[in-house]
């Protein structure tokens, strides 16, 4: 009833005579509360409704992505996509730098060059181009565009089939970073979009308006950051290790009892219970319960083949 209180309650309560702390049982008095606890009711309806219809928004951007990123992990190869990402980002930046109908004289040269460089890791000597008779937008657009390719083909000739593992890797991961991100937005838009209503404009459709214009820009991003990833990556190869050397000194001056494990042949000044020197080849073929060929009258599991 604070919150939606009744005309003229206060003095209704005073008519009726009632003091502090008194048990309210009136008709009209419950009339009233009954008027104000559907108000309260309806109006926490519609805050779940709305926030449901958010989530709804948010959930339609999900499966996109969602099954986007499925379709990725069951490609072996992704070239293909990350290809078209790349061109789409040269076909931006040109865009960006070169306007509809303009001369070469209004090109921003210089802003091309370092986007070329930055996202693609080519060098485009843009304000040359321009300087060449008959030059237009579609020329300078093909020309980063082959070699920003060259730079790919590089890498697939020097590093082979690693090329496909990379890319699939750098795009999985691409997706996952810019979703979080995406969803801390969206969170914060839902908590001040309500705000909108002040100014007679539905909360609603002003979140699913900037809602698409984020996604938009996510997949601009996702773009950008694969293509940048791709055109300026190094990949570290590295041949095997090759397994230890062991020493056959090694062999001949040592005897780990199976029992205690300690060495009996190191230990002491003495020379007890040391072996002799024993050729490895000897052991070959030999059963483990079979004499040691060493003379000591033990098994080759409790003398020299107890660590072979």
């Known amino acids: 009833m604070r919150i939606f209180p009744v005309d003229s309650m206060d003095s209704m309560l005073g008519k009726l005579g009632l003091e502090q702390g008194e048990s309210i049982t009136h008709p009209w008095v419950t009339k009233a509360i009954e008027r104000a606890q559907g108000k309260v009711e309806a109006r926490n309806f519609d805050i779940r409704k709305n926030i449901l219809k958010y989530d709804d928004v948010m959930n339609d951007q999900r499966k996109v992505i969602f099954e986007q990123r499925l379709e990725f992990m069951d490609e072996e190869d992704v070239s293909e996509t990350v290809a078209e990402m790349r061109h789409d980002v040269v076909d931006n930046i040109v865009s960006k730098a070169i306007p509809t109908r303009s001369y070469p004289e209004q090109w921003n040269t210089e802003q091309l060059e370092a986007a070329a460089k930055t996202y693609l890791n080519v060098t485009a000597p843009v304000g040359d181009w321009a300087k060449e ?19 790919i083909a590089a890498k697939n000739e020097k590093y082979g089939q690693v090329m496909r593992q990379v890319e699939k890797s750098i795009l999985l991961q691409s997706i996952d970073g810019l979703w979080r991100e995406h969803l801390v937005m969206l969170d914060h838009l839902s908590k001040v979009v309500g705000w909108r209503g002040i ?10 308006q900037e809602a698409y214009e984020l996604f938009q820009a996510l997949l601009g991003n996702l773009r950008e950051l694969v293509t940048t990833q791709m ?3 190094e990949i570290q190869m590295r041949p095997p290790e090759p397994p230890p050397a062991i020493d056959p000194a090694l062999l001949a001056t040592t005897h780990i009892d199976p ?17 002799a020197p024993l050729d490895p080849k000897l052991l070959v073929g030999l059963s483990r319960n079979a004499p040691c060929p060493c003379g000591s009258g033990k098994k080759v599991k409790h003398c020299h083949g107890a660590f072979v």
């Open 231 to 233: 055109g300026h990556i």
């Open 133 to 151: 008779e008959g030059i237009d937008a579609e020329t300078v657009e093909t020309r980063i565009r082959d070699a920003a390719d060259g730079v």
């Open 259 to 275: 029992v205690t494990g300690e060495n009996d042949a190191v230990g002491d000044d003495s020379d007890e219970g040391a072996l």
């Open 199 to 208: 100014a007679q404009r539905d909360p609603l459709n002003e979140y699913k």
